[in-house]
């Protein structure tokens, strides 16, 4: 069972747009990361070696995250959340915890657009929630008519190959496109970009409707 932690602040504020994301905000609902990929980034840091051991659950998260929308909201500092950006929205633990979703419920009710990184199947759950804040979010001044969209999936994985997949990223499902939640008719993802953080197999890019998208 995962530790449950108190936290004081869940939203926090980049100093410029990230470049790759396009996000200014960035939530966590969990620290540590139960699909423990051997190459994750937060590995060796204050999470130690072993990022499924250290997996704890921010009990009152929401409750924080709605009083620092609503401070945001009302001041109309609206950008991008990217969630989440050192641990996987949809854990296994999130089936029971609910925590990415609730957080979806509450960035749809402010209008912040989002930005959601994950390895997680269980992200079609959430589907609802994603299409409602595509169609409602404000985007920041300086994006609007540059950027059609209010709710962004990356979809992250770093090979096709499920023996690959074993090896480093074995918590996770595993990686052949049939197993992702990627799937173009469901009209939420329409793009694909490669990135240098997991350089995704161009193969990809052959999937009938799949386009590369940049701003
Ligand atoms: S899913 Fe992402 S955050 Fe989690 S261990 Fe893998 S790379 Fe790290």
Redesign the pocket.
């Known amino acids: 069972m995962p530790r449950e932690v108190e936290v004081k602040s869940v939203l926090n504020k980049s100093k410029r747009r990230d470049s790759w994301f396009l996000s200014e905000y960035t939530i966590n609902p969990y620290s540590g ?5 051997l ?5 060796g840091s204050k999470y130690g070696s072993n ?1 499924e051991q250290s997996l704890s659950v921010k009990t009152n998260f929401i409750e924080i995250l709605e009083r620092q929308l609503y401070n945001r909201a009302k001041k109309g500092e609206y950008g991008i959340i990217v969630l ?1 950006s ?3 929205p949809y ?1 296994k633990i999130e089936k029971d915890y609910k925590l990415t979703r609730q957080a979806l419920e509450v960035i749809l009710n402010y209008r912040f657009p989002v930005h959601i ?4 199947t269980l992200i079609e759950r959430d589907f609802d929630l994603l299409h409602k804040i595509d169609q409602t979010a404000i985007l920041p001044e300086d994006l609007k008519g540059r950027l059609k969209q209010g709710s962004i999936i990356s979809y ?1 994985f770093s090979t096709l190959d499920d023996n690959v997949g074993e090896i480093f ?1 074995k ?2 499902t595993l990686p052949t496109p049939k197993n992702t939640a990627i799937d173009i008719k469901k009209g939420v993802s329409d793009g694909c970009k490669p990135n240098a ?2 350089p995704l197999d161009l193969r990809y890019h052959r999937k009938p409707g799949a386009s590369i998208f940049n701003i």
């Open positions: 990361c139960g699909f423990n990929c190459y994750c980034y937060i590995r990022l989440a050192a641990t996987d854990l990184l994950t390895k997680g992250s990223e918590g996770t953080f997991n």
